[in-house]
T-cell receptor, first 115, second 113 residues
Framework: GESVGLHLPTLSVQEGDNSIINCAYSNSASDYFIWYKQESGKGPQFIIDIRSNMDKRQGQRVTVLLNKTVKHLSLQIAATQPGDSAVYFCAETPLAGGSNYKLTFGKGTLLTVNP | DSGVTQTPKHLITATGQRVTLRCSPRSGDLSVYWYQQSLDQGLQFLIQYYNGEERAKGNILERFSAQQFPDLHSELNLSSLELGDSALYFC????????????FGPGTRLTVT
């Protein structure tokens, strides 16, 4: 597959460890925050989202934490597996209204899981 | 497999030319989104259509245009191409017009020489 980006922040973990991927956002008006995963040579894939009135949301092996005070979002992956190796993007969108549903994506973090 | 198809997979063309990228959304999805992904700009939203009508616009250049047809497939037209237009172009779809859970296609890699 093709590399998504050559100058991304990287995180390297051992298989079975927990991973934490961080994201800072700047728009205080953002209402939804979303994490996407992009494997090499593929399009992004939705993982989990969280609304601004929440500070934590859990999915299958993933947890998203939102700290609005410092405008910080994190994605925690439990028991990381080789299949989790990918670029992870956080995205934000402002309060839904009218037709303004566009997503603003962060630069991404490359997660590498070592067997 | 997300169910979203894009053609062609790769496209190589010269500066000044015009190309058309095609997207077929997932069965039943009425909303289509186009994104551009480049090394320096990252993943950027271009434009969204819902059931044939334009719903939202992002950082789309005037040289670019899109449309969604009655059968819900969408085309992104890129004209007067420049070297900087070389990028991956993704199409995504969702059943609702404002869904944050979007299903992305495999992308079209455009290279402008």
């Amino acid at each position: 597959g093709e590399s998504v980006g050559l100058h991304l922040p990287t995180l390297s973990v051992q298989e079975g460890d927990n991973s934490i991927i961080n994201c800072a956002y700047s728009n205080s008006a953002s209402d939804y925050f979303i994490w996407y995963k992009q494997e090499s040579g593929k399009g992004p894939q939705f993982i989990i989202d969280i609304r601004s009135n929440m500070d934590k949301r859990q999915g299958q092996r993933v947890t998203v934490l939102l700290n609005k005070t410092v405008k910080h979002l994190s994605l925690q992956i439990a028991a990381t597996q080789p299949g989790d190796s990918a670029v992870y993007f956080c995205a934000e969108t402002p309060l839904a209204g009218g037709s303004n549903y566009k997503l603003t994506f962060g630069k991404g973090t490359l997660l590498t899981v070592n067997p | 497999d997300s169910g979203v198809t894009q053609t062609p997979k790769h496209l190589i063309t010269a500066t000044g030319q015009r190309v058309t990228l095609r997207c077929s959304p997932r069965s039943g999805d009425l909303s289509v989104y186009w994104y551009q992904q480049s090394l320096d700009q990252g993943l950027q939203f271009l434009i969204q259509y819902y059931n044939g009508e334009e719903r939202a616009k992002g950082n789309i250049l005037e040289r670019f245009s899109a449309q969604q047809f009655p059968d819900l497939h969408s085309e992104l037209n890129l004209s007067s191409l420049e070297l900087g237009d070389s990028a991956l172009y993704f199409c995504a779809s969702s059943p609702e017009p404002g869904s944050y859970e979007q299903y992305f296609g495999p992308g079209t890699r455009l290279t402008v020489t």
